[in-house]
């Protein structure tokens, strides 16, 4: 089994592109268990007001990490999420 995958969205509260982002996710995350159930990882939404360090994302907002790297912003494209986190459970 590979190492717990990190995901992080951060987001900003009232963002319609952040509701629409976190559904899109919470869709890849079903499809991903389903194929991989054992594979461990964890789903973390950071309001960026909250968060110092990730100022740098203001304008890009929903913003998607997995494992510290950005895959994805303003709309989460599934496919290729998904795709990003089934490399890394075969690894």
Not at 4 to 33: D, K, P, S, Y
Not at 48 to 70: A, C, H, K, M, W
Request: aromatic share 8%.
């Amino acid at each position: 089994m590979s190492e717990r995958i990190q995901i992080t969205m951060i987001v900003r509260t009232g963002c319609h592109l952040c509701v629409a982002a976190e559904a899109a996710l919470a869709r890849v995350i079903g499809r991903f268990n389903a194929e991989h159930p054992d594979q461990p990882y964890n789903v973390t939404l950071t309001d960026i007001s909250d968060q110092v360090d990730y100022q740098r994302f203001t304008d890009e907002l929903p913003v998607l990490l997995i494992n510290g790297e950005q895959v994805s912003f303003w709309k989460i494209d599934e496919n290729r999420v998904f795709d990003r986190l089934q490399s890394l459970a075969q690894s």
